[in-house]
């Protein structure tokens, strides 16, 4: 995994650091990202569009993996930045983010959300629903602002993926749909306000996605209507926002396509699309959230206790779980470990790995391969980087964990860990 390796004493050991003295130095559970395998991933994406010479924005869908450190680094990067919420812009405007690279997204972006955006002048809007373009425009003409928009479409794709995680088949919350004419009255409406700059079009089709047919499924649906659009209402994009959800390699069951492949793949549909339907060639823009952070990330936990259910299985508890991993319990994802202290250890026992929170279903690995581990191991849990920490809660009034970011055989604490006056600072007494 990225640059995980073993170091001379025997431990694992990411970016160039022992994953023991990260555990020693800031305490577990931790997240740990090594930071040059999200440079690496980043640049790979750009790459490809730089090999097709094609126009694009890399935006960085930062509901992943959301953290001032993370965006500055997205900044580093020259990525843009994907927000879908009034939280994940304030982050990247606290960190300093070009606005114009910000992209905000979501089902339902309050007022004041959409004031917040206005007022910084952010990159675009990713218009989803009719409400929204009603309350977009009102508060554009309050503010005498101008706004670049992209409108939310969903091309009806039912991509290979978990049911929760599927966004772009017709049944779904977000965007206009694009067969039963609602993506061409959202248009007309777009259209008809001079405030509003239309951009082009957005979809995404779902996440950890492994073939690249549904996007080219989607691209070729968008195109189509696209040529339909020119012909009818002299509408040309400028954009095409073809989403996220490139998939990566969790454990050795999945066999994702390098990331930069999907982003080659679907370029070269658009491009013989765009000469058959004889369109300009619109910039293509991607929003990749787990493929940037996903497998840069790893969890360290310390282990605990432990149960033997005799001819059954045997239980190893680590100081973490569901509190800041939830994606096991509300997904059924899978994971792989090591033991940081012993990582190529060839004689194991199979043991599940159990959370602290009081719930059974509070399980992240059933049935690992795992040396017989001792009180105080560490274990490492890989691919954590995405919607890990993003998705990290305080069940159980666990404080969430740290971040630590490692680069070149440095350390840089990124995010500082709860503490328990944090877990309270908002309550208030009784009387
Ligand atoms: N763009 C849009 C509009 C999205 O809704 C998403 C993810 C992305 C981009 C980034 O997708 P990615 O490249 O990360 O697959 N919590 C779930 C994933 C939810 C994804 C939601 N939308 C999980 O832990 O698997």
């Known amino acids: 995994y990225g640059t995980t390796g073993v170091n001379k004493q025997g431990h694992l050991e990411i970016g160039g650091v022992d994953s023991l003295e990260l555990a020693k130095n800031f305490g577990t559970p931790l997240y740990v990202y090594d930071v040059s395998l999200i440079r ?52 990247a405007l606290a960190a300093g983010f070009p606005a114009e690279r910000i992209h905000f997204h979501g089902n339902n972006k309050s007022r004041e959300e959409l004031e917040m955006a206005l007022d910084n002048q952010i990159g675009c809007i990713v218009i989803d629903n009719f409400y929204e373009i009603e309350l977009l425009k009102t508060i554009c003409l309050e503010k005498s602002a101008k706004v670049n928009v992209l409108l939310r479409v969903t091309p009806g ?14 049944d779904s919350k977000f965007g206009f749909d694009l067969q039963n004419g609602q993506a061409e009255k959202a248009l007309a409406a777009v259209m008809a306000f001079e405030s509003f700059d239309v951009l082009g079009l957005h ?11 549904g996007f080219l499924l989607a691209a070729r649906k968008i195109v189509e209507k696209l040529a339909e659009w020119k012909a009818k209402v002299a509408f040309e994009a ?6 996220g959800g490139f998939g990566i390699r969790y454990t050795k069951e999945d066999e994702p396509i390098p990331p ?20 300009e060639m619109p910039e293509i823009w991607i929003e990749p959230g787990r493929s940037l952070v996903g497998d840069a990330g790893m969890t360290l936990y310390k282990i605990g206790s432990s149960k033997d259910v005799p001819n059954v299985r045997k239980y190893l508890a680590v100081d973490g779980g569901m509190s800041d991993n939830i994606r096991p319990a509300l997904y059924q994802a899978k994971y792989e470990a090591v033991l940081a202290n ?21 399980m992240l690995i059933w049935d690992l391969p795992l ?22 809660n305080n069940y159980n ?18 995010v500082k860990r709860e503490t328990y006056e944090d877990l309270i600072k908002h309550d208030l007494p009784l009387k």
């Open 157 to 170: 794709i039912e991509a290979h993926t978990h049911d929760y995680i599927l966004t772009g088949q017709e």
């Open 397 to 414: 009034r666990i404080p969430r964990p740290a971040v630590v970011f490692v680069e070149n055989g440095n350390a840089t604490l990124v």
């Open 40 to 91: 690496e991933r980043a640049s790979g994406f750009k790459k490809a569009f730089a090999e097709q010479n094609v126009k694009a924005q890399v935006a960085y869908a930062s509901k992943a993996f959301s953290t001032v450190a993370m965006v500055q680094l997205a900044e580093e990067e020259g990525l843009s930045l994907d927000v879908v919420s009034g939280g994940e812009l304030y982050t």
């Open 342 to 362: 012993k990582p190529l250890a060839q004689n194991t026992e199979t043991v599940s790995i159990a959370g602290k929170c009081c719930e059974s279903g509070d």
């Open 371 to 392: 040396p017989r581990a001792e009180e105080d191991d560490i274990l490492a849990v890989f691919c954590t980087g995405a919607y890990g920490y993003s998705m990290a």
């Open 203 to 213: 979809c995404h089709i779902g996440s950890q996605i492994f073939e690249t047919t």
């Open 260 to 279: 930069s492949q999907y982003v080659s793949a679907i370029i070269k549909e658009v491009k013989l699309l765009i000469e058959q339907y004889s369109l």
């Open 238 to 243: 400028k954009v095409l926002n073809l989403g």
